[in-house]
Structures are given as C-alpha cells and as structure tokens.
C-alpha cells in the first residue's frame, strides 16, 4: 500500500535520528509564521544590514508544511544555514566541520564574527559600497527527497520568536535548551514551484 505523500515524508521524518515530533502547519500558522519572520528579521539583524529568511520563505509556499521539533542529535545541513552576502557575492557564511574551522582560522584573508562564521577580508572590500543583507539560505532534507510523489522540498531554520510560536501551537517544551525546529515544506508530485 502507497502513503499519500503527506504521510509518506512524516513518517520518512520520524526515522530520522534527532527527530522528536513534527507538526502539520496550517494555513493561519504559516501567516503567523511568515510574519514572525518578517519581524524577526528586522530585528536581529546587524544595525544597517537587514537578515531576510529565503528558506522560511520558501518552505511556506510550498504544497505542504510541516514542522519538526529535534535534539541536537539531527545532523546538520550539508551547506551554511546563514550567509552574508551582496546579492550575488558570499561575504561570509557559517562553518561548522572542526577541520575547515581551524583551517580557515589560519587564513589571514578570514576574520570571525563568533566562532563559527568566517568573513571573507577580500570579498568583503570588494563589497564596499554594495548592499550588504545576512540570508537564511534554504536547506534541503536529502531523506525525503527521494520519496516518489514529492518534490520541491525546502527546509528552513526558524527565528527565536517564530521556534517559540511553534512550540506553544504544537504543545511542545519550550523549556528545553536541546529542542530547536526546523521548517519543511514540499509539493506532491506535478506541483514543482
């Protein structure tokens, strides 16, 4: 017997080390989830460079939505989660693999802001003038893109705010420090947008 493709991905979801419950978001959650963002966005960003969340963005327009509560078991993405950027120019971006850590660490083209993003000197002069914006980049979710029937899939870290709005809708601990959210969206087969 073949699961709808909504079924398909929550259980595909659920075998996913790090995976504690998700959560189907509803039409008025992603308004509030897309306005949570907007807001967050304005304010966590750097005085005079906005953040804008692609991913979140996204994901909700997608087919299906739904919401992952996770401990920090799940893997991380495969790419940086936020970039700074130019529009077109990386600036900057998270590393997390140790090894490019402390190899970029040695570089003296590279400053950090924090410990895990690395600020490219060169590109970042080369930016003088230029529009500057950090980016929450879309993500993928390797596991469920191979599901027959679904496509477009799209991942996406979410703001303090909107992880806080989500986990009081889907009745989860807010308390807890090991518990973040990630967003997922994707459309069934046909529905490539």
């Not at 969340?53 to 909700?60: H, I, T, W």
């Not at 900057?92 to 400053?111: C, I, Q, S, T, Y």
């Amino acid at each position: 017997m073949q699961l709808d493709p909504l079924d398909a991905v929550i259980s595909k979801l659920r075998s996913i080390p790090g995976v504690i419950d998700i959560w189907q978001v509803e039409p008025a959650g992603r308004l509030e989830i897309l306005r949570l963002e907007e807001v967050s966005n304005v304010t966590l960003a750097f005085p005079g460079l906005p953040t804008v969340n692609e991913g979140a963005r996204l994901a909700l327009q997608r087919e299906f939505v739904v919401c992952i509560s996770h401990s920090s078991a799940l893997r991380h993405p495969s790419k940086p989660i936020l970039i700074l950027t130019t529009g077109e120019e990386v600036v900057g971006r998270e590393v997390w693999e140790k090894g490019e850590v402390a190899m970029l660490e040695a570089d003296p083209n590279v400053m950090f802001l924090g410990k895990n993003f690395a600020i490219f000197r060169d590109k970042l002069v080369a930016a003088k003038g230029k529009d500057l914006r950090f980016v929450f980049e879309p993500q993928g979710v390797p596991e469920i893109e191979v599901i027959q029937g679904i496509g477009a899939v799209v991942s996406a870290t979410l703001s303090p705010a909107t992880d806080a709005y989500i986990k009081r809708r889907a009745n989860w601990d807010t308390t807890d420090s090991d518990r973040g959210t990630v967003l997922v969206g994707f459309n069934s087969t046909g529905k490539q947008r």
